[in-house]
């Protein structure tokens, strides 16, 4: 039976190792990269190599940045006293194109997941109530599903319990929930519903 | 506004330029990749720029290998009587993997389709001809599409009108068009039932 050359099987190897990626695909990938020039190809390995290289973790928010601290960390004009949670380097870039926080961020680098086997040890909490001297908000953004309301609420519990930090002082605050800007109500679920109710406010 | 490293958005623009892969998909997979050890994304590297080093296309068949001529080509125990002409470097280790053909094959690395601007000129078409000396059957096994059926008909009248080619002492054959194994009548589309029945042969 005729095979596919080893350096074409190989690759079409590492594509399938992505997320969301099947064997089909992969096989397509590798044959539409067989088209490509080869600077193309030589482009696209300098990039793979510098994307490790060439970025860090912020020490302080854990944000990938290219200088530690980050720009957002060493920037003075943003608000000090205000201290945003969020599951993944993503968000930050979605709120921050919002325009509508300005002040700091702590990444966690994923979500209490049991069923994934990653508990808190796992994501970048361990600093957190270090983090907290001055601050008068934390606003907790952590995703609007089971394992980002868990992690939500473990948050809170945990630094109500911690000795380093003065809850009493401190606002603890969850990103609202509610219906999507252009959603229909027709179509929303009912937990959102819910939400949107709960959340109602006064106009 | 914040915005992503410049190794990671450009890692993003590399994956975007692939087909199928949207901006979106594009971010998560960066992300993922960020998660994984350094020598992964070194293999992952290191495979691109083999893709191109390490394979050649046949000089007779165009088909993607290692060697020229490829190993289909140089195996002398298969049918030389026999040519069967396809689109893709995949769809013959498609009808190998099939094990029903034992002739040699002609890969055109892709189709006549005008509206992509790919005329007869860019396919791998001139050297065919030259080809179907001793050979008594051509199986041309494009794709039953609107492109892989007009450049089965072109290539049909190409042959007849080329000087190098004696077209009485030579068989043209399409491959069989009708229900896949496994499909339901009820379900099949008209213009695959109408080919169904033309198709249909004595038991």
Do not use: W
């Given at each position: 039976?005729?095979?596919?050359?080893?350096?074409?099987?190989?690759?079409i190897?590492?594509?399938?190792?992505?997320?969301?990626?099947?064997?089909r695909?992969?096989?397509?990938?590798?044959?539409?990269l067989?088209?490509?020039?080869?600077?193309?190809?030589?482009e696209?390995?300098?990039?793979?190599?510098?994307?490790?290289?060439?970025?860090?973790?912020?020490?302080?928010?854990?944000?990938?940045?290219?200088t530690?601290?980050?720009?957002?960390?060493?920037?003075p004009?943003?608000?000090?006293t205000?201290?945003c949670?969020?599951?993944?380097?993503?968000?930050?870039?979605a709120?921050?194109s919002?325009?509508?926080?300005?002040?700091?961020?702590?990444?966690?680098?994923?979500?209490?997941?049991?069923?994934n086997?990653?508990?808190?040890d796992?994501?970048y909490?361990?600093?957190?109530?270090?983090?907290?001297?001055?601050?008068?908000?934390?606003?907790?953004?952590?995703?609007?599903?089971m394992?980002?309301?868990?992690?939500?609420?473990?948050?809170k519990?945990?630094l109500?319990?911690?000795?380093?930090?003065?809850?009493s002082?401190?606002?603890?605050?969850?990103?609202g929930?509610?219906?999507?800007?252009g959603?229909?109500?027709?179509?929303?679920?009912?937990?959102?519903?819910?939400?949107?109710?709960?959340?109602?406010?006064?106009?």
């Amino acid at each position: 039976m005729a095979k596919l050359p080893k350096a074409v099987s190989q690759l079409i190897e590492s594509f399938e190792r992505l997320p969301g990626i099947g064997p089909r695909s992969a096989q397509r990938l590798v044959f539409y990269l067989l088209h490509n020039p080869e600077e193309r190809l030589k482009e696209f390995a300098d990039r793979l190599l510098a994307l490790k290289k060439e970025t860090v973790l912020c020490s302080r928010c854990h944000q990938i940045s290219e200088t530690d601290p980050c720009p957002i960390c060493s920037d003075p004009s943003r608000d000090q006293t205000k201290l945003c949670v969020v599951e993944e380097p993503l968000d930050v870039i979605a709120l921050e194109s919002s325009g509508t926080y300005d002040g700091l961020y702590h990444v966690l680098h994923g979500v209490i997941a049991p069923l994934n086997n990653v508990g808190p040890d796992q994501l970048y909490l361990h600093d957190l109530a270090k983090r907290l001297d001055g601050v008068k908000e934390l606003v907790i953004a952590t995703n609007p599903t089971m394992e980002g309301e868990a992690t939500a609420l473990y948050i809170k519990e945990f630094l109500e319990q911690s000795s380093q930090v003065d809850v009493s002082k401190l606002k603890i605050t969850r990103i609202g929930h509610g219906l999507p800007v252009g959603a229909d109500i027709e179509y929303a679920d009912g937990v959102t519903l819910k939400r949107a109710m709960e959340g109602r406010r006064e106009i």
